[in-house]
T-cell receptor
Framework: EPEVTQTPSHQVTQMGQEVILRCVPI?????FYWYRQILGQKVEFLVS????????KSEIFDDQFSVERPDGSNFTLKIRSTKLEDSAMYFC???????????????FGSGTQLSVL | DAKTTQPPSMDCAEGRAANLPCNHS???????VYWYRQIHSQGPQYIIH???NNETNEMASLIITEDRKSSTLILPHATLRDTAVYYC??????????????FGTGTRLQVTL
């Protein structure tokens, strides 16, 4: 079965540094998402992306966050100036083929564990 | 999206059926019931979804009550690999736009020998 690929699996950074988390969604999927999960807490929605623009974003997704689809295969999440509270597992997801009509089945990657020191 | 209520934890013996309940008494007519699971901090995994009819796939069965106010996910022969947190999510199925899933705390299913 096709899968969403995320790199790196672990990222350690100093507070205030910029990080870029990378994702390769499933080929030909149209909808892209970032979620995060702080240790022991719920999976939280960050942002959704379709047709080269943000569809929806949560309160967590403030000006320090940005997403980009720089080419036909990658989807990135950038945190401009990391804070201690950004430490979490970040999951990328994708869904929806052209003509499929609905996009309910999200495929998630295995995540990037971000540790901010 | 309608709110869901799930028991925080359940146990099931390996080889037996695991029946995971979900209450969604405020569900609207155009809202679907989705089930995902998360195995030990891996990314969530889609299991099944339905609107009002019972559904079955290679992973599980979904039984939705006639009034649609509750549902049950059935894993017919649970294995140790089914130990995970199971999330019941209710939302409208959108077309032509990316839309979020809202995860609750789910049910932690422990399958034992």
């Amino acid at each position: 079965e096709p899968e969403v690929t995320q790199t790196p699996s672990h990222q350690v950074t100093q507070m205030g540094q910029e990080v870029i988390l990378r994702c390769v969604p499933i080929s030909n999927h149209l909808y892209f998402y970032w979620y995060r999960q702080i240790l022991g807490q719920k999976v939280e929605f960050l942002v959704s992306f379709y047709n080269n623009e943000i569809s929806e974003k949560s309160e967590i997704f403030d000006d320090q966050f940005s997403v980009e689809r720089p080419d036909g295969s990658n989807f990135t999440l950038k945190i401009r100036s990391t804070k201690l509270e950004d430490s979490a597992m970040y999951f990328c997801a994708s869904s929806g083929f052209l003509g499929q009509g609905v996009n309910e089945k999200l495929f998630f990657g295995s995540g990037t564990q971000l540790s901010v020191l | 999206d309608a709110k869901t209520t799930q028991p925080p934890s359940m146990d099931c013996a390996e080889g037996r059926a695991a029946n995971l309940p979900c209450n969604h008494s405020t569900i609207s007519g155009n809202e679907y019931v989705y089930w995902y699971r998360q195995i030990h901090s891996q990314g969530p995994q889609y299991i099944i979804h339905g609107l009002k009819n019972n559904e079955t796939n290679e992973m599980a069965s979904l039984i939705i009550t006639e009034d649609r106010k509750s549902s049950t996910l059935i894993l017919p022969h649970a294995t140790l690999r089914d130990t995970a947190v199971y999330y019941c999510i209710v939302r409208v199925s959108y077309t032509g736009t990316a839309s979020k899933l809202t995860f609750g705390t789910g049910t932690r299913l422990q399958v034992t020998l």
